[in-house]
């Protein structure tokens, strides 16, 4: 009789691009390593065929959980760099507003009255 082992590690940070680029690392070497085992278990000849299909539906699913989280750490990716690139423009649009006031649009302290 074979026992069915899994090993799933779940983990979440909001640390840098950095983190979750090791972080992906990680994962994709977690998949690779579910591959490998679908590659031996057509070589296990102590399982029946029915323990196979089970184990390979077990493999199969964690390797699609790891995926999912891998697309959900590239999602925060996107939108933490999407948040900074916003920023970016905000600051640089509020810098230019600022410089401009007086200049080419008066303000209550800096007008010209012309009386013709």
């Known amino acids: 009789m074979s026992t069915i082992s899994s090993t799933t590690s779940v983990g979440s940070t909001s640390s840098g691009s950095s983190g979750s680029t090791s972080q992906i690392a ?15 278990l057509s070589d296990d000849t102590t399982l029946t065929d029915e323990q196979k299909s089970e184990q390979e539906q077990v493999i199969d ?4 959980m790891i995926q999912a989280q891998i697309a959900q750490i590239e999602q ?5 760099a999407q948040q900074k690139q916003d920023n970016k423009k905000e600051a640089a649009t509020t810098a230019a507003s600022q410089v401009a006031d007086g ?13 013709i």
């Open 103 to 115: 200049v080419n649009r008066p303000t209550s302290t800096n007008s010209v009255n012309v009386y």
């Open 76 to 80: 925060q990716q996107a939108e933490a």
């Open 26 to 40: 990680s994962l994709n070497k977690q998949i690779v390593q579910l591959q490998n085992q679908l590659k031996s």
């Open 61 to 64: 699913s964690q390797i699609q």
